[in-house]
């Protein structure tokens, strides 16, 4: 996809998460709608991949250790057709294939279950030690984050990783600066966590989390450096074109009605319009 073709594909896959969290009423819309673009990029122009086949084995993977937004990549997913998109409907219903955290067991082109914040990196990182030791050039793509990155599984799993240079691990911080009950920084504050990363033996960059090209851009890049694994730092809003979510602080869980659903559709259908139109 080109760079208008992505930001189309973000914004769909906005909507489709929040279609996907409609039924109940409420979700992870904060985190979901941060990490959109990147989605976006890794589903639509990154990844290789095969959705009638998900589980083909030079595919690369993809481990979103904050498993909580799911709906995100369950929006992708559908609109990459790894199932109907009218299954969004399900989402944390009974019988569901679409819980509301990410599940290898359940969902087609998920790649590892996650959810307990801090595991996604160490299942990760064993799954691209393993894809190098049975001699396939496939890439592991992580996203972490920034509020689980309080977890000493991480920084556990920064140093293995820089010890066995595993240069086929492309890790993401959706750095929205927000975690689950107020600003990072006053919680437990990161710092310069890109250079937290770099003193940890990563290849690290940081980047505007809502640009395609740039993120795209950082991912050609990475590449290139060998014998490292690499940590991209995205910059982001949480809620992120959300109209009933972007500007709420406690966005991480919300409750929303009909009509807020409604509101934020039509502005993300609008935004679309306006994106399709453009020369």
């Known amino acids: 996809m080109n760079q208008k073709e992505l930001n189309i594909f973000a914004a769909q896959i906005r909507k489709a998460a929040l279609r996907a969290i409609r039924k109940v009423g409420a979700g992870h819309v904060g985190g979901s709608m941060s990490m959109a673009d990147l989605m976006a990029v890794l589903y639509g122009d990154v990844m290789k991949i095969d959705p009638q086949n998900p589980k083909w084995e030079d595919r690369d993977w993809l481990v ?46 998920i790649d590892m279950s996650t959810g307990s914040l801090g595991q996604g990196m ?119 074109d959300c109209s009933f979510a972007e500007k709420v602080l406690y966005n991480h869980h919300m409750k929303f009605t009909e009509e807020d659903y409604q509101n934020a559709i039509n502005t993300l259908d609008q935004k679309i319009k306006n994106m399709e139109e453009e020369v």
């Open 64 to 109: 979103v250790s904050k498993g909580h937004c799911g709906p995100a990549v369950y929006g992708a997913l559908a609109l990459k057709g790894y199932f109907d998109i009218d299954e969004l409907d399900t989402v944390n219903q009974g019988g569901t294939r679409l819980p509301s955290h990410c599940d290898m067991n359940r969902t087609p082109g």
């Open 122 to 240: 160490s299942t990760a990182l064993g799954a691209a030690w393993g894809s190098r030791y049975n001699g396939k050039d496939n890439y592991t793509y992580l996203v972490l984050g920034d509020g689980e990155s309080d977890e000493g599984q991480i920084w556990e799993g920064a140093l293995f990783a820089a010890q066995q240079k595993l240069d086929h691990v492309i890790a993401f911080i959706d750095y929205n600066k927000k975690q689950l009950d107020g600003y990072v920084s006053d919680i437990c504050d990161l710092g310069d966590v890109r250079k937290k990363f770099e003193d940890f033996g990563w290849d690290a960059q940081e980047c505007d989390g809502h640009d395609v090209e740039a993120i795209k851009d950082a991912i050609e890049k990475a590449k290139k450096v060998k014998g490292h694994p690499h940590m991209i730092v995205l910059n982001t809003i949480k809620g992120k």
